[in-house]
């Protein structure tokens, strides 16, 4: 907290003590014994009123005088005051009853609001703030002598390496060239379990080095790394307001000098008219400005959204913006691409088939043997199936058919892996698979051992995810992939999806979602999820673009409107849950403060509504409201 909110917090409470002990002595002592009269201890009243109200409000008036000066006549401030020093005013009408000690408390219940506000706000940031922390202050660099240099990341060009010991933050974007160690990605995914990494790992910036001394080899500038991109979207999030927000920034606009205006008809014309005395009227009209100031509507609505993104980011959602926040709360379409968003962009092993009296582990063992001199993805896999370490001791006299496989003696065997024109050419018989994938088949010696089936592997959570989201009340999840169509045909099955679409260019996906958007319904809108540079026009084109961050393309990142910082798609439900968790509290306190409001300005115009009342209205509708708007940033349930 810094210093200036905490001599304002302490000015409040120190004025709330004097008007608990004016108010006691008012009350419990005969002062008009003691002075003589009742007048003079209204007048004696007025004189201890004023200090606590002085103490708690006076930057209120100089606000007021300021906007008035500036031709910023009608807001909140100006409420306050006007209604304060009417009443106050009211002691000097012989015919009115003392109203000091509503005019003290309701300056100084307006500035309890305040506080209130305040806390809110500062404990919704506290997610964000934190957000702050992950920038690094320094990078590791060689310096021409050998030694480590602690420079500024920003100076640090694009391939230079850099040195990050354990404790410290990954400064740069890059990828590891030396040394194994356990990142801590809480801070940017959420994600509680550490991350481990080895020598070609991609690190992003912000993470914390945990264990092992790493050398990275920088591949972005400090600019457009992940950590300065996340704080980019944070800082402009609060720019781009809900429509929600908009209306409540359009109502006050118009509000307040509608209720100026009927207050001031209260107060002059009634008695003009012959209608009561003068004391009476002006103390109504007084009483209705204090009732009709917005705060609770004007407070409570942006805190809502703002705690609604601040929850967010604690798990690994980065919203950027209300406007976003809010449409998610009406999304019954979700759109995805296939690779790298439902499934991994990853070749894996998904099956394998031995043939008759040969086992799977002797199988596997060949195929990773065979291709132990290669690097191809689909190669990697299958030896990372395997699982344990390929003794090249073992292989002899290997090379590669083109297009076709790899052939290889392993202990003296002749053993050939590869696709059917492989086995065709061998004159081997091969055996079909029901499964969708890149077959690889293996024979020894010109006899067939059976196949490995391999395939871009389905997400862990990606099943989960499609259910959520029904769940949630989704009504249609689509996927449209450039892959084949027996390859989709299988993820869709797989997933549950209502709909696919093979095949497909980046400009088909277009065409695609343009044809989904005519169909939804008016107030349903439509999100698509992608992570690729191809899915760049289609994540602008869509009402929500949700992109997949960790390993996302920065094309994608800086087209959507939502960031999913883990790559889990099983995020996307927990941020519709929570979005529409937001618009019903925002709806709440909309319905909940007109709703008071519009009773005790009614009370107030015919009357019965006194000061005490109108304190109500204003400040304890505004502390119920924040207090509900708070409810946002609790997202343990989502976790």
């Not at 006050?252 to 009927?262: D, N």
């Not at 992570?531 to 959507?560: K, Q, W």
Request: proline content about 3%.
């Amino acid at each position: 907290m810094n210093k200036k909110l905490r001599r304002w917090r302490k000015r409040i409470v120190l004025a709330l003590v004097l008007f608990v002990l004016i108010f006691a002595i008012t009350e419990l002592l005969p002062l008009s014994v003691w002075l003589g009269s009742e007048r003079n201890a209204v007048y004696a009243e007025l004189v201890l009123y004023l200090i606590p109200y002085a103490i708690a409000g006076y930057d209120v008036l100089l606000k007021a005088a300021r906007n008035i000066k500036n031709g910023q006549v009608f807001d909140e401030n100006f409420l306050m005051a006007v209604a304060t020093i009417g009443a106050f005013s009211l002691v000097f009408f012989p015919d009115s009853g003392p109203h000091m000690a509503e005019g003290a408390a309701v300056m100084l219940f307006y500035q309890v609001g305040e506080l209130f506000q305040q806390y809110a706000v500062g404990k919704s940031r506290k997610s964000i703030a934190a957000m702050m922390d992950i920038v690094p202050d320094f990078a590791n660099v060689r310096n021409a002598n050998g030694d480590l240099e602690q420079v500024d990341p920003d100076s640090v060009a694009v391939g230079s390496e850099i040195i990050v010991k354990p404790g410290e933050r990954v400064p740069i974007d890059g990828i590891v060239v030396e040394g194994t160690s356990q990142l801590d990605t809480a801070a940017l995914t959420g994600e509680s379990v550490p991350r481990a990494i080895e020598a070609g790992s991609e690190v992003v910036s912000g993470c914390v080095n945990l264990t092992g001394l790493l050398t990275i080899k920088t591949t972005k500038p400090f600019g457009e790394s992940t950590v300065s991109r996340i704080l980019e979207l944070v800082e402009n999030a609060a720019e781009k307001k809900a429509h929600t927000e908009n209306f409540i920034t359009r109502f006050a606009r118009y509000y307040t000098p509608a209720v100026c205006g009927v207050a001031l008809a209260l107060a002059v014309l009634p008695p003009l008219l012959g209608f009561g005395a003068w004391s009476d009227w002006v103390f109504r009209g007084l009483t209705f400005l204090v009732v009709s100031c917005p705060c609770a509507l004007v407070i409570s609505v942006p805190l809502s959204f703002f705690g609604g993104i601040g929850g967010a980011s604690k798990l690994g959602i980065l919203i950027k913006g209300s406007n976003y926040l809010e449409s998610l709360a009406s999304v019954d379409t979700v759109v995805f691409d296939k690779t790298g968003t439902l499934t991994s962009g990853t070749f894996g092993v998904v099956a394998v088939h031995p043939a008759e009296g040969v086992e799977s582990d002797r199988l596997l063992e060949l195929a990773a043997h065979a291709e132990a001199y290669s690097d191809h993805p689909i190669a990697m896999s299958v030896k990372h199936a395997y699982g344990e370490r390929v003794d090249e001791a073992r292989v002899s006299n290997a090379s590669e058919v083109s297009g076709r496989g790899v052939q290889a003696e392993i202990d003296g065997a002749r053993v050939s892996v590869g696709n059917d024109k492989l086995m065709a050419s061998l004159d081997i018989d091969a055996s079909n698979c029901e499964l969708v994938g890149t077959m690889l088949h293996v024979a020894e010696n010109g006899k067939y051992l059976g196949h490995i089936v391999i395939a871009d592997m389905v997400k862990d959570d990606a099943a989960k995810t499609i259910a959520d989201l029904h769940a949630a009340g989704v009504t249609k999840t689509v996927m449209l992939t450039g892959d084949a169509e027996e390859v989709a045909r299988s993820v869709a099955s797989t997933l549950s999806l209502d709909e696919f679409h093979a095949k497909l260019l980046p400009q088909d996906k277009v065409a695609e979602v343009e044809r989904l958007l005519d169909e939804e319904s008016k107030k349903g809108k439509l999100a698509f999820v992608g992570d690729g540079i191809n899915d760049a026009p289609v994540l602008t084109r869509a009402d929500i673009g949700i992109a997949m961050g960790a390993m996302g393309s920065d094309a994608a990142i800086e087209a959507a409107d939502i960031v999913l910082m883990d790559d889990k798609p099983s995020n996307i439900a927990k941020a519709i849950r929570l979005s529409r968790k937001t618009m019903g509290i925002v709806w709440q306190n909309i319905v909940f403060a007109l709703g008071v409001k519009l009773a005790v300005l009614v009370l107030a115009a015919v009357g019965i509504a006194n000061m005490w009342m109108a304190v109500f209205a204003d400040v304890g509708v505004a502390i119920l409201a924040i207090l509900n708007a708070m409810r946002c940033m609790n997202v343990k349930k989502f976790q």
